[in-house]
Nanobody
Framework: QVQLEESGGGLVQAGGSLRLSCAASRSIFSINTMAWYRQAPGKQRELVAA???????NYADSVKGRFTISRDNAKNAVYLQMSSLKPEDTAVYYC????????????????WGQGTQVTVSV
């Protein structure tokens, strides 16, 4: 099972940008879809963005036009470029391998890492 380690979080003012990185312990080339999730205090973990091996992407409505997910299979890494950050983006961000079901739902496949904290101040 692939181990994932997230980094790049921090404290940023509203309107600012951050780039999150997710490093995998082994090749992710064989993993069709990788995704970023986030969990805010008192809320359920939610999917933020997903990217397939071929580069197709999908975003939560709340981040469309502001976040960009990408993957580098050669470096076994997944990234999340976040711009125009809002206080409501404050959360712990996680990456994981996911499965897209026929019904259109994403299911996380791997073990959750520690995540990286993103805090957006007003």
């Amino acid at each position: 099972q692939v181990q994932l380690e997230e980094s790049g979080g921090g404290l940023v003012q509203a309107g600012g940008s951050l780039r999150l990185s997710c490093a995998a312990s082994r090749s992710i080339f064989s993993i069709n879809t990788m995704a970023w999730y986030r969990q805010a205090p008192g809320k359920q973990r939610e999917l933020v963005a997903a990217v397939t091996r071929g580069g197709s992407t999908n975003y939560a409505d709340s981040v469309k036009g502001r976040f960009t997910i990408s993957r580098d299979n050669a470096k076994n890494a997944v990234y999340l470029q976040m711009s125009s950050l809002k206080p409501e983006d404050t959360a712990v961000y996680y990456c994981n391998a996911v499965l897209l079901s026929d019904s259109g739902n994403y299911y996380a496949l791997g073990r959750w890492g520690q995540g990286t904290q993103v805090t957006v101040s007003v």
